[in-house]
């Protein structure tokens, strides 16, 4: 066993910077998609998760469906954000008619938006 786990180490070690996970902090899916829905996936379909917004270490994400096998979901910059995921999920957000009360959009350029 421990020769195994000596096999791991140095394979973890030898991986190039790049494939080493860029961004540490608790993760939460906030936009699950129905179990229904997941449980009943089509041909070639399948979940990813766009990690949208990271606020004060707490990286946001998102459910979504892709047919497509190299999508490996979409993820934002340290500190920043996905502008097209959070304008799409400001849609229908419950708060879309008070600007300012959404945590999703606040600070982003999807808080200045006027509900239409």
Same mark, same amino acid.
């Given at each position: 066993?421990?020769?195994v786990e000596n096999?791991l180490w140095k394979?973890?070690? $030898?991986?190039?910077?790049?494939?080493? +996970?860029? &961004?540490?902090?608790?993760?939460? *899916? !906030?936009?699950?998609?129905?179990?229904?829905?997941?449980? $009943?996936? !089509? !041909?070639?379909?399948?979940?990813? &998760?766009? @990690?949208?917004? &990271?606020?004060?270490?707490?990286? @946001?994400?998102?459910?979504?469906?892709?047919?497509? +096998?190299?999508?490996?979901? =979409?993820?934002?910059? +340290?500190?920043?954000?996905? *502008?097209?995921?959070?304008?799409?999920?400001?849609? !229908?957000?419950?708060?879309?008619?008070?600007?300012?009360?959404?945590?999703?959009?606040?600070?982003?350029? *999807?808080?200045?938006? =006027? +509900?239409?």
């Amino acid at each position: 066993m421990r020769s195994v786990e000596n096999r791991l180490w140095k394979l973890e070690a $030898n991986r190039s910077q790049s494939e080493r +996970p860029a &961004i540490e902090g608790l993760a939460t *899916v !906030a936009h699950g998609l129905p179990r229904e829905r997941k449980e $009943n996936l !089509a !041909a070639g379909e399948r979940v990813v &998760i766009d @990690w949208y917004r &990271i606020v004060s270490g707490v990286i @946001w994400g998102r459910e979504r469906l892709s047919n497509d +096998p190299a999508d490996r979901g =979409q993820c934002c910059e +340290p500190s920043g954000y996905l *502008v097209d995921v959070i304008q799409e999920l400001h849609q !229908a957000c419950s708060y879309r008619e008070q600007p300012g009360s959404c945590a999703t959009c606040q600070g982003t350029p *999807v808080a200045d938006c =006027q +509900p239409q």
